[in-house]
T-cell receptor, first 113, second 113 residues
Framework: AQSVSQHNHHVILSEAASLELGCNYS??????LFWYVQYPGQHLQLLLKYFSGDPLVKGIKGFEAEFIKSKFSFNLRKPSVQWSDTAEYFC???????????FGTGTRLLVSP | NAGVTQTPKFQVLKTGQSMTLQCAQD?????MSWYRQDPGMGLRLIHYSVGAGITDQGEVPNGYNVSRSTTEDFPLRLLSAAPSQTSVYFC????????????FGPGTRLTVT
């Protein structure tokens, strides 16, 4: 069965600090990878996605993620966080041929001004 | 387009009561799904549907029923509510084929006392 691990459950940063959130998945075949963000009191919104091609993908609001197939990882990065990035971030995986999206447990990011 | 809509936004039930959470989408998506979100557990798939008349169980289906009579609607029924079903429920939809990018509704916060 597919699974997704997000190792950082809570992250606290100051504004302008750099961010990297880890995501690892367990599935040996081809995958589609996603990062979703949930701002306080809101529903999930897509931050970025990887289907194929360039393993470095850029999303909205300056976020990017790198797919490293050999490490089964899809880490999320942002060079300089803002207070408005305070949210919960979810990594998700869809294995080709499986009509399900499997989510990690999420990482709560708090950015202090 | 309204996207994915859910009603109600909030609901309080007593143990043993039944109710239906409504979900509708206007994007002509074949795939629809229900998740529950609990602290520290991320999103867990309850039931999903790949098209009208076709439904299947997800990770945590017990205590919930679904049906899909139209492409647009995918209601979730709680047969006999239990305190363990206190959660935030999200409905999502996507194209059945391809990238499997899901679009989420605003959620229903359910409390069972």
């Amino acid at each position: 069965a597919q699974s997704v691990s997000q190792h950082n459950h809570h992250v606290i940063l100051s504004e302008a600090a750099s961010l990297e959130l880890g995501c690892n998945y367990s599935y040996g075949g081809t995958v589609n990878l996603f990062w979703y963000v949930q701002y306080p009191g809101q529903h999930l919104q897509l931050l970025l996605k990887y289907f194929s091609g360039d393993p470095l993908v850029k999303g909205i609001k300056g976020f990017e993620a790198e797919f490293i197939k050999s490490k089964f990882s899809f880490n999320l990065r942002k060079p300089s966080v803002q207070w408005s990035d305070t949210a919960e971030y979810f990594c998700a995986v869809n294995a080709w041929g499986f009509q399900k999206l499997v989510f990690g447990t999420g990482t709560r990011l708090l950015v202090s001004p | 387009n309204a996207g994915v809509t859910q009603t109600p936004k909030f609901q309080v039930l007593k143990t043993g009561q039944s109710m239906t959470l409504q979900c509708a989408q206007d994007m002509n998506h074949e795939y629809m799904s229900w998740y529950r979100q609990d602290p520290g557990m991320g999103l867990r798939l309850i039931h999903y549907s790949v098209g009208a008349g076709i439904t299947d169980q997800g990770e945590v289906p017990n205590g919930y029923n679904v049906s899909r009579s139209t492409t647009e609607d995918f209601p979730l029924r709680l047969l006999s509510a239990a305190p363990s079903q206190t959660s935030v429920y999200f409905c999502a939809s996507s194209q059945r084929e391809g990238a499997f990018e899901q679009y989420f509704g605003p959620g229903t916060r359910l409390t069972v006392t």
